[in-house]
């Protein structure tokens, strides 16, 4: 099933007085930007969770924040004893070079953020590991659910403007087969304002034919409607697939818009032009929603 590049999920386990939270969001991107916050004392952990990460995500630019919370271990900070030794030394030399007493050295040094030192942690892999995985396979399927959901509004929307453009393209077909004879009526019609001798004897039908031939050449667009028939009926292949699309369909698209200006700039007939349009501007409509498929 096609999927969208955006999504949302999210989740929160506790156990063994381990705290794991795991948030999920990704916008389109033409390739894959994987971005993960998480404490550093979680990096150990970083090429599992990528490789969790990897298997659910193939394109898109995606945020994911990890944050945990361990109320079994000791705390992980500490006061810098040392400095503040060097602190209050030097609160007494102020005492006696003032000659006046300073009020709480206690309350200067609990302001001060610079006698708080971090503990360095080393986490246990078989405690940390799994719930870190867990709660990230959670998020996930929260994340790939919204995802599929969205995906399948876009793949109905793109079905119908594709069998709306093949019903076009059917009329352009169609179109295209009478457009030889009106242009030798309108090549007759204009010459009969010129001459008023009977035409096909005058020319001996020659001139006309050989101009009809020439125009009728230059505005043959079978070939492109047989490539646009076909690459339409790729799409709507390629839309029924249960794996990652977007590129194959940004390629489609490419193509689509290609033979849709090669006819328009063939076809040297207002109806047809009109049509084709009404196309572009379809083309345009699906390209904005495929560049959001995975």
């Known amino acids: 099933m096609a999927k969208s590049m955006t999504g949302f999920g999210k989740a929160l386990i506790t156990e063994d007085d381990l705290t794991v939270s795991v948030e ?13 916050h ?24 995606v945020d994911v924040n990890i944050n945990y919370e361990d109320l ?17 030394s030097i609160y007494n030399e102020i005492e006696e070079l003032t000659g006046e007493k300073i009020a709480s050295k ?27 995985l867990k709660t990230c396979e959670q998020a996930l399927q929260e994340f790939d659910a919204a995802r599929q959901a969205e995906g399948l509004h876009l793949i109905s929307d793109l079905k119908q403007r594709i069998i709306d453009m093949q019903s076009n393209v059917d009329k352009i077909a169609l179109r295209a087969k009478t457009v030889p004879e009106y242009h030798k009526e309108r090549l007759l019609e204009r010459l009969s304002n010129l001459i008023d001798a009977d035409l096909e004897e005058y020319y001996d039908g020659q001139r006309v034919a050989a101009e009809i031939s020439v125009f009728a050449d230059r505005a043959d667009v079978t070939e492109e409607i047989i490539r646009l028939r076909s690459h339409l009926e790729q799409f709507l292949n390629i839309l029924e697939l249960d794996e990652p699309i977007g590129k194959n369909l940004d390629f489609l698209v490419q193509e689509l818009l290609r033979e849709t200006n090669t006819i328009g ?21 699906i390209r904005e929603q495929v560049q959001n498929i995975e």
Request: charged content about 25%.
């Open 106 to 132: 206690a309350t200067l040094l609990a302001r001060n953020n610079n006698l708080i030192a971090k503990v360095e942690q080393n986490l246990d892999a078989d405690r940390y590991l799994p719930i870190l």
């Open 38 to 61: 998480m404490p550093y004392v979680l990096n150990p952990f970083d090429s599992e969770i990528r490789k969790l990460l990897d298997s659910y995500i193939s394109r898109g630019y």
């Open 265 to 285: 700039s063939k076809a040297n007939d207002l109806e047809i032009i009109q049509m084709i349009v009404e196309m572009k501007s379809t083309i345009e409509k």
């Open 72 to 88: 079994s271990g000791e705390p992980n900070i500490k006061l810098d004893l040392n400095n503040a030794k060097a602190y209050l």
């Open 24 to 36: 999920i969001k990704s916008v389109n991107q033409k390739n894959r930007d994987l971005r993960i």
